[in-house]
């Protein structure tokens, strides 16, 4: 006779957790896939200058993706707090999201014959996919946190950018294929950001799959009115978490010259436009290598180690773009294309690590009741710092590159030197948030 084996919650806790984690790495490889296909800060800037020459409305690339993910979270933190199942949400966000890509794609096909209808459409698909994104993000980064364990959070989302980084390195290179077809053009871009649809569209069939468990019931309803009375407060009771805000900001400098590093490379050191290709194969390596190095650090160290590393490698991009032009000029090429392809590294490293450590801090730190709103808070504070893309423009057009990579570099000097100054957050957060 058979015995039947009782599984306890702890048991069901642990089930769940491994069914998501597989979805969750999914949505992870297939989301950095198509991603790296309209990237914000190569591919799409670069899209945008065949439609334009403002540095402006390139700027305005990075500005609206980055922007448009971090400002809605700190409101749509309230909404999602009262929801019993916040899954549903998270879907319908998703579903607007993918068709906004889509429409991206669609506007390259008026990009020969109507510049300003094609760019007008571009904008407008571009601002669908960012808000979608971003409140989506917030029930996403909910149901990590209730159903992954914290002591393995980062290991998985290292996992996720490893993996999401290997798919997106080979797509790098049938983006420099595509891109180099420029008698094929604007055809080369629409088929391009078409395929970073298509890989969006697969994250949305892995998110589909994962498992919600109930969540706790809130004590009662708070109006949105209160809820954002009560922000200031959120804030005031977690000195940890300012402490992080300060770092974040700080290392916020590399939206300033974010856009223009292809940009530079295209127009002032006269690198092929099918280098931008590569150039995302570099970032996604960073990804690649970033991750279980993240992953690592994040669950062995602390998320603290994350953050520090992560600064080096921001203080690296204005740097190496400085190196690069130097070289060229220089006539030393070689070193030029070597500098800019690490700079590539450093970036793709930074994000990924800028999205664990930062996040996976701010989770150690929150308590249940106030953890959408510190997580919303901290990609809202972030937000305006998307904008620095548009001040990067401005100085770019009456300064040069040289002032805007050295001032984009001094400024995250001083983000390292705050950093390497962080605690530990899991030896404070039981004296200083609990």
């Not at 390292?416 to 609990?434: L, N």
Request: glycine share 10%.
């Amino acid at each position: 006779m058979a015995v039947t084996e009782i599984q306890t919650p702890n048991d069901e806790k642990a089930a769940v957790a491994a069914h998501n984690r597989r979805f969750f790495i999914a949505d992870g490889t297939f989301f950095s896939l198509g991603s790296s296909f309209i990237d914000g800060n190569s591919v799409l800037p670069t899209y945008v200058s065949t439609l334009t020459a403002s540095p402006l409305l390139i700027g305005l690339v990075s500005t609206l993706r980055g922007f448009g993910y971090l400002v809605p979270q700190i409101f749509v933190a309230g909404y999602i707090q009262r929801l019993p199942r916040k899954k549903p949400f998270m879907i319908a966000t998703g579903h607007v999201m993918r068709a906004a890509a889509a429409g991206m794609a669609l506007s390259a096909l008026l990009a020969r014959t109507n510049k300003v209808l094609a760019l007008g459409i571009f904008y407008l698909c571009l601002v669908l996919t960012a808000f979608a994104d971003g409140f989506s993000g917030l029930p996403w980064m909910d149901l990590v946190a209730r159903t992954i364990p914290a002591e393995t959070r980062a290991g998985l989302f290292g996992t996720m950018q490893a993996l999401g980084g290997i798919s997106a390195f080979a797509a790098g290179f049938l983006t420099r294929y595509l891109l180099a077809m420029e008698t094929r053009y604007p055809l080369n871009y629409a088929i391009v950001m078409g395929l970073g649809a298509l890989g969006l569209y697969g994250s949305l069939g892995a998110m589909h799959f994962l498992k919600e468990p109930p969540a706790r019931e809130p004590d009662r309803i708070v109006p949105m009115g209160e809820y954002l009375r009560r922000l200031p407060e959120a804030w005031s009771k977690n000195p940890l978490f300012r402490r992080l805000i300060l770092v974040r900001v700080l290392l916020g400098c590399l939206y300033l010259a974010l856009p223009f590093f292809a940009i530079h490379a295209q127009k002032d050191l006269g690198f092929p436009a099918a280098t931008v290709g590569l150039f995302v194969s570099a970032q996604m390596v960073g990804n690649v290598v970033g991750g279980p190095l993240w992953g690592y650090l994040g669950d062995k160290r602390g998320a603290v180690w994350v953050i520090r590393l992560v600064a080096v490698m921001v203080l690296g991009t204005g740097s190496l773009a400085l190196i690069a032009r130097a070289a060229f000029f220089g006539g030393l090429t070689a070193l030029a294309y070597a500098a800019y392809f690490l700079l590539y590294f450093c970036l793709g490293g930074a994000f990924g690590g800028i999205w664990i450590g930062f996040t996976n801090y701010t989770l150690d730190v929150a308590k249940e009741n106030v953890r959408a709103t510190l997580i919303g808070l901290l990609n809202t504070i972030a937000a305006p710092l998307t904008l620095l893309t548009m001040a990067g423009g401005w100085l770019l057009a009456r300064a040069g590159y040289p002032a805007l990579f050295a001032l984009e570099a001094s400024i995250a000097f001083i983000g390292c030197i705050v950093a390497w100054k962080m605690p530990d957050s899991r030896k404070c957060m039981s004296t200083e948030s609990r």
